[in-house]
T-cell receptor, first 113, second 113 residues
Framework: ELKVEQNPLFLSMQEGKNYTIYCNYS?????LYWYRQDPGKSLESLFV?????AVKQEGRLMASLDTKARLSTLHITAAVHDLSATYFC?????????????FGKGTKLTVNP | DGGITQSPKYLFRKEGQNVTLSCEQNLNHDAMYWYRQDPGQGLRLIYYSQIVNDFQKGDIAEGYSVSREKKESFPLTVTSAQKNPTAFYLCASVTSGNYNEQFFGPGTRLTVL
């Protein structure tokens, strides 16, 4: 059974600082997704990472995937208050025909002035 | 505009009642999913459907039922057998092709009175 672990689960940081959220998963996969959720809202797709070494950037967020280490990172550069939200990673198991995403528990990010 | 709609946004249920949550998409996606989210938690899969007239149980299907009579629609019924239904319910549909990216509706918040 695929397990997806995110850490940290809670992150409080100051504006202007950098930090990284980690997403580890337990079985083979070559598709990993990052989502953002604002309080009381739905999930918004941020990044789709499809292959080993994939790196994608949007604004102050950069996501990468290392399939050999079964690790994805979401790096935050020079954080601003608007980035405060909960971030989820989700993994699609590489089990022929499986279309069931497995989600991490989420990282609640609070950016303080 | 293409997208996923869920209704109602808020739903209150008395104990012993069945309620149905609506999910409609006009993205021409084949696959649709229902998730449950409890406060401070990740998403758990209830049911999913990869094609019309076919659906599969997810990890927490007990107390729920679904139908998929049309490609655009995937309603979820929360039955009286679901002992703790208060949660945030999210519907998603999936792009075809290599990305298999899930797009989420706005969600329905169900509260049992």
């Amino acid at each position: 059974e695929l397990k997806v672990e995110q850490n940290p689960l809670f992150l409080s940081m100051q504006e202007g600082k950098n930090y990284t959220i980690y997403c580890n998963y337990s079985t083979t996969s070559d598709r990993l997704y990052w989502y953002r959720q604002d309080p009381g809202k739905s999930l918004e797709s941020l990044f789709v990472l499809l292959s080993n070494g994939a790196v994608k950037q949007e604004g102050r967020l950069m996501a990468s995937l290392d399939t050999k280490a079964r690790l994805s990172t979401l790096h935050i550069t020079a954080a601003v208050h608007d980035l405060s939200a909960t971030y989820f990673c989700a993994v699609l198991p590489h089990q022929g025909g499986s279309e069931k995403l497995v989600f991490g528990k989420g990282t609640k990010l609070t950016v303080n002035p | 505009d293409g997208g996923i709609t869920q209704s109602p946004k808020y739903l209150f249920r008395k104990e012993g009642q069945n309620v149905t949550l609506s999910c409609e998409q006009n993205l021409n996606h084949d696959a649709m999913y229902w998730y449950r989210q409890d406060p401070g938690q990740g998403l758990r899969l209830i049911y999913y459907s990869q094609i019309v007239n076919d659906f599969q149980k997810g990890d927490i299907a007990e107390g729920y039922s679904v139908s998929r009579e049309k490609k655009e629609s995937f309603p979820l019924t929360v039955t009286s057998a679901q002992k703790n239904p208060t949660a945030f319910y999210l519907c998603a549909s999936v792009t075809s092709g290599n990305y298999n990216e899930q797009f989420f509706g706005p969600g329905t918040r169900l509260t049992v009175l």
